[in-house]
């Protein structure tokens, strides 16, 4: 079992749908949840963080943590053209010398 | 200016040949990461450097190797390319702020062909 588990997808909505994309992980020392937001043809960049169980909203995004499930949500409100993208969940343990570990990515597609 | 560059963007080499990928950061950050990307796989970790003495295989560091020029510039090195090394490869960059989240800043990639 890989530690993150993302549905590759890809997903095609219409423009003002909801959006929920997920993760789950099974390593249970992962404290820090990340959402990462990458364009076509561009590096992936920080969309979102979130430390530990909770729920942190920014503007038309909400990202989600349940850590009982070692389940993660990002979900995408009023949904965009500009939000199409590929979104990847990345986690990591605290500690000094931590890295990242990405889930496989969705694409998501926004239908005008 | 971008604060991650890679270089060179697009590069087609053959099957046999060497062939190193450049980056470059301006963010004055100690830690510096090379990943690759494929469809269905998605960013997987060759290497990183946590600073200019420090150098660590990741996830897939076979048949790649890495140096650390300086705390700005860290290279990935293929020695001898074949055709599974097709792929897009992305430098990153990170800090160790007051908190451990772990943001990383990425370059725009450099898309590998190798025939």
């Known amino acids: 079992q890989k530690e993150v588990e993302q549905d590759p997808g890809p997903l095609s909505v219409p423009e003002g749908a909801i959006v929920s994309l997920n993760c789950t992980y099974s390593n249970s020392a992962f404290q820090y949840f990340m959402w990462y937001r990458q364009y076509s043809r561009k590096g992936p960049e920080l969309l979102m963080y979130t430390y530990s169980s909770g729920n942190k909203e920014d503007g038309r995004f909400t990202a989600q943590v349940d850590k009982s499930s070692k389940y993660i949500s990002l979900f995408i409100r009023d949904s965009q053209p500009s939000d199409s993208a590929t979104y990847l969940c990345?986690?990591?343990?605290?500690?000094?010398?931590?890295?990242?570990?990405f889930g496989k990515g969705i694409t998501l597609s926004v239908r005008p | 200016d971008a604060d991650v560059t890679q270089t060179p963007r697009n590069r087609i080499t053959k099957t046999g040949k060497r062939i190193m990928l450049e980056c470059s950061q301006t963010k004055g950050h100690d830690r510096m990461y090379w990943y690759r990307q494929d469809p269905g796989l998605g960013l997987r970790l060759i290497y990183y450097?946590?600073?200019?003495?420090?150098?660590n295989k990741g996830e897939i560091s076979d048949g790649y190797s890495v140096s650390r020029q300086a705390q700005a510039k860290f290279s990935l090195s293929l020695e001898s390319a074949i055709p599974n090394q097709t792929a897009l490869y992305f430098c990153?960059?990170?800090?160790?702020?007051?908190?451990?989240?772990?943001?990383?800043?990425f370059g725009p990639g450099t898309r590998l062909t190798v025939l």
């Open positions: 990345a986690m990591t343990n605290t500690g000094a010398n931590s890295k990242l570990t």
């Open positions: 450097s946590f600073d200019v003495k420090d150098i």
């Open positions: 990153a960059t990170s800090d160790l702020g007051g908190s451990s989240y772990n943001e990383q800043f």
